[in-house]
């Protein structure tokens, strides 16, 4: 994409209304467009970010058997009345609406009373069973505050998926699947090894639930580690039951601060008791449906991800979720040659199907080169007066600090 | 796909509540779920078909140089009121919510707002037109009554494009590339040959807007055609002023019922001048931004092809839009060879790129094929001991209405 072609821009002064890192740098690289606390539109870099980050999600869904749909926002009261849960006395961040009638609806904070009474619909039998059923779906929550820029937004982008056991067994395996499969979505995203998985309460349907935790001086969470065991455990839980059961001893293990980036959860028969999910085993009896739920928050992985990459005027995107793998500045200022060849090596680079922000506009160079560093696209490709005489480009890999010199090949070669 | 792996189930009776046929047969295929009346959650066939629509939008929305981005749904009070669309007097089918601090928000109905409120950060001179920037999006409308199905939801999805240029001439280019564009993707979706540009009112911005209406006899809108002239004419601003400006007579034109599947409008400065989004002229003059909005409800879409290419039990999607290319019905019974055969077959389309849903459930034949009848696949491939006796399968072209045998070769040199 030719970058005179992006409206959005970059800022470099920080937005005074925002404390975080995430949303400082977000909104100066022109990735996000705050409409007010807690609620971000996407501008079309931010836009490229998630829909990197929702393809690795929906493949790692996909191979454990996960089946994508699409759930209403709208919120039918009734259902929620089942689970208890429509009350604002149990619920505290539920968004309201009425319709044209006078009845009240919601606005989807969670899926699982969307699931379950879809499936009372299509499950009656063990051969019905076990359904992996997930959604890409804008979620929305009445925060008080909100001050952590897209870590909490009152709207934001997430992926739940939910998991429909005969029982607790069957529910196990897939749980444990479901925990690699979520290793290998962070692994991807560029934050493995900064991320663990922790042990954390399982609320009233379970003994733990289990976290993805990326460790960061900004996150919120308070969690406990155990390098040598590779074990995590947050602090809610800590206690010496909980470290005897896991055998962890409090000495050996160091306070953290982390940011939740994925939770799974652990459900069992709450929901499909409530609305009735039942099917009928081998033998004919009836059973309720053990049930988990799979969370990642879009968003907040995005600002997780700038958390831990981004620095004062400068974003490192790692590459799997990088707007473009590619960043190609032509200095060519007047100079009609350099400008062919800048046109020419971003149109190889592009048939060759590597995506390509290209920044044609007639800028200074230093303004270019700061521009680039607040986009944060991992390779810089410089195309100048200087690079034509060299024969060359002059690539800057802003991950390992390198710069080097390389002909159209082998950058093409460099990124296969 | 493997059918016994997808939960939605088709039903044969028909649901008590619903009267239009799109909600009709969409229920019983498995592709909607019915939240309550006007709201709907996508069940993964359904969410499949809204997936092709979106790709064949977005193609051909990025072919005349639109940008993707997301807005947010949650919708800033203060900017709708300097636009004086934030009274229920004046938009009456507002879903409005509150931040706990006792604020009001909205619920996107629309995105003139959000877009030229977000621009006026980005736009100050010439240099920044034109812009052309788009949305896929979850749109609230607080409809009264809903019955029509997917036609008219309370909550659907839609793109909306937005343009920005610098005058009325520069707007005027895009609007005609924007018209071609859109009779790409109404082609594409299967609706090409009933679907007609309409002169619509252009409402208090500009003299016409055009519509693209669908010919069906469940349309809600009333459009006369002249057939010869290509001309068609909203039943709203049929008179004679028009008709003389048009070059069209009374007795020339027919009486047509249709469904508003899209609509191209030329807004002016009417949002431009009530959020300040200007720019300066070559000559340093400041100048009002001229915009255009270009819309398309994606479930409406959908909607209207069941409307258009569905009957009594039985539904034909247009290839492009089918949720998968294959229908393969494995009639295997209890003989492992044919369920061999069906196996590799399944394996090598699935290999060669195909979508193919697989159907190899342990049920009767007669339920299989009518389960097949109501999901709609273009092509249904048999399997079975005769077709294997006879080193071929069955393919059932269900818009041609013609059964050959072909082997698994000729069967991918149909689709290429």
């Not at 560029?190 to 990326?214: N, P, V």
């Amino acid at each position: 994409m030719r970058q005179s072609k992006l409206f959005s821009k970059t800022r470099f002064e920080s937005p005074k209304d925002e404390v975080s890192k995430n949303a400082d740098l977000l909104i100066r690289g022109g990735f996000i467009f705050k409409e007010m606390a807690g609620v971000y539109s996407l501008l079309p870099l931010g836009l490229r970010v998630i829909k990197k980050i929702e393809n690795i999600i929906r493949e790692e869904m996909n191979s454990i058997g996960g089946t994508e749909m699409k759930t209403s926002v709208l919120q039918n009261k009734e259902i929620w009345e089942k689970t208890n849960r429509w009350d604002d006395a149990v619920v505290d961040n539920w968004f309201k609406t009425k319709l044209k009638n006078g009845a009240d609806v919601g606005l989807s904070f969670t899926n699982e009373e969307a699931y379950t009474n879809i499936l009372t619909q299509y499950v009656s039998s063990y051969k019905d069973l076990p359904i992996y059923a997930y959604d890409f779906k804008d979620i929305f929550r009445n925060e008080t505050r909100s001050k952590s820029g897209i870590l909490r937004g009152r709207e934001f982008y997430w992926k739940a998926l939910y998991s429909f056991s005969q029982n607790e067994t069957e529910h196990n395996r897939f749980y444990e699947k479901a925990k690699v499969a979520y290793e290998g979505i962070f692994k991807k995203v560029g934050l493995g090894d900064k991320t663990y998985i922790t042990f954390a309460s399982g609320g009233t349907f379970s003994k733990y639930s289990h976290e993805f935790q990326t460790l960061t001086e900004s996150g919120e969470d308070i969690i406990y580690i155990d390098e040598a065991k590779k074990i995590a455990i947050n602090k809610e839980v800590l206690n010496d039951e909980v470290l005897n059961e896991l055998g962890a001893r409090r000495d050996t293990l160091v306070e953290k601060k982390a940011i939740e980036v994925g939770n799974i959860f652990t459900l069992g028969t709450r929901f499909s008791d409530a609305l009735g999910l039942k099917y009928k085993d081998e033998k004919g009896e009836s059973k309720q449906v053990f049930m988990g739920c799979y969370g990642i928050g879009l968003t907040r992985l995005m600002g997780t991800i700038v958390e831990i990459f981004g620095k004062e005027g400068e974003m490192i995107w790692p590459e799997e979720v990088s707007p473009f793998k590619i960043h190609l500045i032509s200095l060519a200022g007047n100079d009609s040659e350099v400008e062919k060849i800048s046109d020419k090596i971003y149109k190889e680079l592009t048939d060759a199907g590597i995506e390509v922000l290209y920044d044609d506009r007639d800028m200074r160079v230093g303004e270019k080169f700061a521009d680039a560093d607040l986009i944060g696209i991992p390779l810089r490709v410089v195309s100048s007066k200087k690079t034509m005489e060299k024969n060359c480009f002059e690539v800057k890999d802003r991950k390992k600090g390198e710069i080097s010199y390389l002909s159209t090949e082998e950058i093409i070669k460099k990124l296969k």
